[in-house]
């Protein structure tokens, strides 16, 4: 079931008036958010629900018996992460690990062993780490097992933010469902400015933008000119953006009226000063499980600085795979690394925004360049299609002012990005003193209803979310 859906509107009206009838005890409010989060999950495909509730059952049990046999505790937690990064391997992974065997069997003895078709379960990357963050956190003593399996799996399956994030850790998420917080007026309106903003990032913008992305990508042979892949690759860039933060700012929205409070996962990306910046504003909550479950543990910047940089790549070619089971992900990854990198050790973001204004503008713009870049293995259906474009894109005599993509509904498509632009510029003058006009300040509320209508009457084709995939 997608946010964007009519069926997910009829689910969550029903789920809004049963909500009062349950919320004020524990096990009825548990039970209601466990079953409401199964039939949201479960429209999709039934037979997944029996591995949401395994992969529940296998954390909820080991974090319990931590507690029990503390001297055992290490083999529980190494069986936890096990089950959840085997579920990841059979159902993500095991086709591509089976390609790229079968090509090396193909070289040596000409002969290949049988593909695996799975379907990859519906947001598995998602629940899988959530999950696996309760144990890792009960096994360091940072927090206390659920009081029960339906506390635990109404923590692990909430709805919301179940298949596409935010990915919600235990410590912030399992205290708030012990109680019952009454939902202020402020809560609903603060939920309503996020879910609004949602819906119009992803039907308007994202939806929008995708059928001429798709259209471009899929060209048998890519496009010749400089300037038409500058043009799609920054339509894809904020296409992810809005569709990604879209699908978490109506979670967060969701939640709030609710009563429950997720944190923040986007923060205008595009608006960093360095690569380091952007990944304090980019997936915030998948960023951090990174750092604080990976890199970390690895040893983090406290053994030197050359194992710094070798965590800091494992770290971000883990998090490229997360995405998907392609080398372009990893290629994403490493990408990202190398950027990172080579910050650390030119230091040149620092140095542009000790110049001031100009500097930071500059160095914002170097940040987009690399992104991008970054962008095309993401998207691109190939490695040899990636390498085309981005040759393409820095083939300086073949930029072409007047070789615009054309697609059907152009209007609508440029009209998109420019609203998408012109928001991250004005996030970047707001946050770097720069006067604003007044009206343009105090105008939320007309804004919200002109976006709300735009939701309505200039939605895209429905697509699917895009980290639906991952």
């Not at 509730?53 to 296998?58: A, H, R």
């Not at 003895?109 to 990859?120: A, D, E, F, K, W």
Request: glycine share 8%.
């Amino acid at each position: 079931m997608t946010f964007n859906s009519f069926a997910f509107l009829v689910f969550f009206i029903l789920f809004v008036v049963l909500w009062p009838f349950f919320r004020r005890r524990d096990y009825p409010r548990w039970l209601l958010i466990s079953g409401a989060s199964a039939v949201f999950y479960g429209w999709w495909d039934w037979r997944f629900l029996f591995l949401l509730v395994g992969t529940g059952l296998v954390d909820y049990y080991a974090a319990g018996l931590m507690v029990m046999f503390p001297q055992k505790k290490k083999w529980l937690l190494i069986i936890s992460i096990l089950s959840n990064i085997g579920s990841l391997a059979v159902f993500k992974y095991s086709g591509f690990l089976t390609s790229n065997v079968n090509h090396v069997l193909e070289l040596i003895s000409g002969r290949q062993i049988p593909m695996l078709n799975l379907t990859l379960p519906i947001g598995i990357s998602f629940y899988t780490f959530q999950s696996m963050s309760y144990t890792i956190d009960v096994y360091r003593g940072n927090l206390k097992p659920a009081r029960s399996f339906l506390h635990f799996f109404s923590y692990v399956s909430l709805f919301p933010q179940l298949v596409a994030g935010p990915i919600v850790r235990a410590q912030d998420l399992l205290p708030q469902l012990v109680t019952w917080r009454r939902v202020s007026g402020q809560d609903r309106w603060e939920g309503l400015r996020y879910i609004t903003f949602g819906y119009f990032k992803k039907v308007v913008i994202a939806d929008n933008l995708a059928p001429a992305i798709n259209a471009a990508f899929g060209q048998a042979v890519p496009h010749p000119s400089a300037t038409y892949w500058w043009i799609v690759v920054t339509m894809f860039a904020f296409q992810i953006y809005c569709d990604f933060s879209g699908y978490s700012d109506i979670a967060i929205g969701i939640a709030r009226w609710i009563g429950y409070d997720f944190r923040e996962n986007f923060r205008n990306p595009y608006i960093s000063g360095s690569l380091q910046e952007f990944w304090t504003r980019w997936h915030i909550s998948l960023s951090t499980w990174f750092r604080d479950y990976v890199y970390i543990p690895l040893g983090g910047s406290r053994q030197g600085v050359a194992k710094s940089h070798r965590n800091m790549w494992i770290t971000m070619v883990v998090s490229g795979l997360w995405h998907g089971a392609s080398w372009n992900f990893a290629i994403w990854g490493g990408l990202h690394a190398m950027y990172l990198s080579i910050e650390k050790i030119t230091k040149w973001p620092s140095r542009l925004l000790r110049m001031g204004s100009a500097g930071r503008m500059i160095a914002t713009l170097a940040v987009v360049i690399q992104v991008w870049i970054g962008w095309v293995f993401f998207r691109a259906d190939s490695f040899e299609q990636a390498m085309k474009i981005i040759g393409i894109m820095f083939r300086f005599n073949s930029l072409n002012l007047t070789a615009l993509p054309v697609f059907p509904n152009a209007r609508i498509v440029y009209g998109c990005l420019g609203v998408a632009i012109l928001r991250e510029i004005y996030v970047f003058a707001r946050n770097n003193g720069l006067r604003l006009w007044k009206p343009i300040v105090y105008a939320e509320a007309l804004v919200l209803t002109l976006m709300l209508v735009a939701s309505v009457f200039l939605r895209g084709p429905e697509i699917s979310f895009i980290y639906f995939q991952f």
